[in-house]
């Protein structure tokens, strides 16, 4: 039996390429993740890391040369290597994004107008950060 009759191996399969209006809106969606991730690095409460993933997934669909672009970044391709390569977070980003999110808690603390409105926001913080811990850190 030839490896290509294999059951239990089927050949690859390339996927078909999108067609070209899906691709753009996937582009215009990166490009648009990307500028809500720059307002996130120097908004309080807004996050960044998100909006780069998100950003990377449309590119990896859309533009072979934007994604390569991303995974090469001086900020953002460390980030993306290690989630493309196991889902993993590094320490620092935890630390980063704790340290973050507990400066937005405390901004929102002391300028909500609805207590209720405030747990919300603390509290949704207080889940992604129980979802980032739990993520795997990265080998050596």
């Given amino acids: 039996m030839t490896p290509a009759e294999d059951p239990q191996n ?7 390429p999108l067609p070209l209006l899906v691709r753009w809106l996937l582009l ?10 720059a307002i996130g690095v120097v ?3 807004m996050p960044t890391t998100v909006f780069v993933l998100m950003a990377a997934w449309a590119a990896a669909r859309s533009s ?7 995974l090469n970044h001086r900020l953002f391709g ?6 493309e390569n196991g889902r993993t977070v590094s320490r620092r980003a935890k630390w980063s994004a704790t340290a973050a999110m507990a ?17 919300v926001a603390i509290g949704s913080m207080a889940v992604v950060l129980a979802w980032l ?3 795997p850190e990265p080998r050596g």
């Fill in 28 to 37: 215009v969606f990166a490009a648009l993740c990307l500028v809500l991730a």
């Fill in 103 to 119: 400066f937005c808690a405390v901004v929102i603390l002391f300028t909500a107008h609805k207590p209720w409105l405030a747990g």
């Fill in 133 to 135: 811990w739990r993520r």
């Fill in 10 to 16: 089927p050949p690859a399969v390339e996927p078909r």
């Fill in 43 to 45: 908004a309080p409460g």
């Fill in 78 to 83: 460390p980030l993306l290597r290690n989630w």
């Fill in 64 to 70: 072979p040369r934007l994604h390569r672009w991303l």
